[in-house]
């Protein structure tokens, strides 16, 4: 059998110089925005915040800051963003991406209606030509309140699809500043983090650029999944894969699709990272099944390994 390219991702540069940034929102092209509108409501509890210049719909909890926009049209992802939460942080990642290059604007001002401080913000296409927004703290009252089997605790992590996940890699490790926390030997999976989080962000190979492979919510413990899988049941939503432990993150997961077909996962037990008190060298795990899915490793109907099934 031929074996798989093997692959080491390096980091260079400015990697590891964000160490307080996490995901901020996330906005998706979507078929029908009232019927996902709707099951966002019902599933999720995200409410409507306001409507998009574009007629969509811009989704969030509470007073605080919105977590994922809805706008018409064919599937795919419209743009993801961060909330950068480093002295200088924004700053920094301006400069640095305007040395390397890339073409950098001024972030649309209603992303930035919460911002705590300075309203600074900014937007740059990634390798794939999918916009990344960066922008500084916002407000986030009313977002942290867990209530058990209703909603989850935060937006936890992108998982961006790719055709090239070194350059993707590269692109957010050696210029924005994230560190490598995990990748498959093959070189198709990358796991990002940006603050203590094993991943705020992740890459992998679909063999298609502008979507995502997936997305993520942070779950408090074990005992929410359970009462999270009898919830979707009774919403007729389908957990499509899991309940399973990730190897790369170690963190529980349930997977299930909102109307558009974005992959959803709940996720819970990230493994944290302390780097200031110690010397980590990323992993390389094995491209077999049992990586993604350490409990058997089953996987989702979309997902394929380079090494066996
Ligand atoms: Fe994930």
Known sequence: ??????????????????????????????????????????????VVQGELENGGLRLGWGTGHHVVDLIEGEKSLAYYGFEVRDTDGIEGIRKRLLAAGHDVSELDPSFIDYALGTADGISVPDPDGNIVHFHGPVERQGE???????????????TVGTVDVAAMAAFFVDVVGFRISDQLEDGKFAWLRSDRDHHTLAVVEIGKAGDIDHYSYDLAEWEDFKAWCDRLTDLGVDVSWGPGRH?????????????????????????????????????????????????GGQLATWRKTSEGN
């Open 247 to 295: 190897g790369p993150g170690n963190n529980l997961f349930v997977f299930f699709d909102d109307p558009a077909g974005n992959h959803i996962e709940l996720s819970a037990e990230m493994e944290k990272f302390h780097d200031d008190r110690v010397t980590y060298v990323p992993r390389r795990w094995k491209p077999i099944p049992t990586s993604v899915n350490l409990w």
């Open 144 to 158: 942290n309140a867990a209530d058990t089997g209703r909603r989850p605790i935060k937006f936890q992590h992108t």
């Open 1 to 46: 059998m031929e074996r798989p390219n093997r692959v080491v991702l390096q980091e260079r540069d400015a990697a590891g110089t964000l160490t307080s940034t996490a995901v901020s929102h996330i906005g998706f092209h979507v078929p029908d925005v009232a019927a996902a509108a709707s099951f966002y409501g019902r599933v999720l509890g995200l």
